[in-house]
């Protein structure tokens, strides 16, 4: 049997990304776990998060979570997602600094640092202000084939909730972009691995169909 993990590292509701994986993979069996042998068994791993970068790389370390999470990294499809993503980058500037995993190139920021400077975030095509977080629906720019976009239309929509963005410095890992007030990573990842700024699990159709594509991708290009 298809084995999907969710990993859990006790910071947030997964009910909504449980329900929605099941959803879609009708032959698989999906968990959500916090214990490092139950990822370490599946045959493919789910890792969304929420809050805050630094609350999550510590939870990871002090549940013995992180070594279990880079072993399905290298060895079997994953998926990250929304926090998931940010932690795969080398830094992130929230709480002052934190080390991330450092999987993928490049750094995570606030929305509206740029260029070393805080400033009122503006949209750039009509002016207006924008709120932060980027909180709701918005297109994302698939800027590489991967097949987890098979059947996903180029600048669908999806949903966002988040206030720190990932600045990819490798375009080869960069699969697709979005823009609010500037242009940051929505999804990146090589090889066996895939992680996105959005939230399938409540973007609808497009979501469901990028998790259904994860729950028989093989981790192949």
Same mark, same amino acid.
């Given at each position: 049997?298809?084995?999907?993990?969710?990993?859990?590292?006790? &910071?947030?509701?997964?009910?909504?990304?449980?329900?929605?994986?099941?959803?879609?993979?009708?032959?698989?069996?999906?968990?959500?776990?916090?214990?490092?042998?139950?990822?370490?068994?599946?045959d493919r791993v789910v890792f969304p998060g929420q809050g805050a970068i630094g609350?999550?790389?510590?939870?990871?370390?002090?549940?013995?979570?992180?070594?279990?999470?880079?072993?399905?990294?290298?060895?079997?499809?994953?998926?990250?997602?929304?926090?998931?993503?940010? #932690?795969?980058?080398?830094?992130?500037?929230?709480?002052?600094?934190?080390?991330?995993?450092?999987?993928?190139?490049?750094?995570?920021?606030?929305?509206?640092?740029?260029?070393? #400077?805080?400033?009122?975030?503006?949209?750039?095509?009509?002016?207006?202000?924008?709120?932060?977080?980027?909180?709701?629906?918005? &297109?994302?720019?698939?800027?590489?084939?991967?097949?987890?976009?098979?059947?996903?239309?180029?600048?669908?929509?999806?949903?966002?909730?988040?206030?720190?963005?990932?600045?990819?410095?490798?375009?080869?890992?960069?699969?697709?972009?979005?823009?609010?007030?500037?242009?940051? &990573? #929505?999804?990146?990842?090589?090889?066996?691995?895939?992680?996105?700024?959005?939230?399938?699990?409540?973007?609808?159709?497009?979501?469901?169909?990028?998790?259904?594509?994860?729950?028989?991708?093989?981790?192949?290009?």
């Amino acid at each position: 049997m298809n084995r999907i993990a969710v990993v859990d590292f006790g &910071t947030g509701n997964l009910r909504s990304v449980h329900k929605a994986i099941e959803h879609v993979a009708h032959d698989a069996e999906v968990v959500v776990t916090g214990e490092p042998s139950r990822i370490s068994r599946a045959d493919r791993v789910v890792f969304p998060g929420q809050g805050a970068i630094g609350t999550c790389i510590e939870a990871l370390v002090q549940t013995g979570l992180r070594d279990a999470l880079l072993e399905a990294i290298a060895n079997k499809p994953f998926l990250g997602i929304c926090l998931g993503l940010q #932690a795969l980058y080398t830094s992130s500037e929230e709480g002052g600094g934190t080390e991330c995993l450092g999987i993928l190139a490049g750094e995570v920021q606030h929305l509206n640092h740029v260029n070393g #400077a805080w400033n009122e975030f503006h949209d750039q095509v009509s002016g207006l202000r924008l709120k932060i977080p980027h909180m709701g629906w918005n &297109t994302v720019t698939q800027t590489r084939p991967h097949p987890l976009w098979n059947g996903i239309a180029q600048d669908e929509r999806f949903y966002f909730v988040h206030s720190y963005c990932a600045l990819g410095s490798n375009p080869g890992e960069i699969y697709g972009t979005c823009e609010y007030g500037r242009r940051f &990573t #929505a999804a990146g990842g090589r090889r066996n691995m895939f992680a996105v700024q959005f939230h399938p699990e409540k973007s609808q159709h497009a979501g469901l169909t990028l998790l259904r594509n994860f729950a028989g991708w093989d981790g192949g290009a």
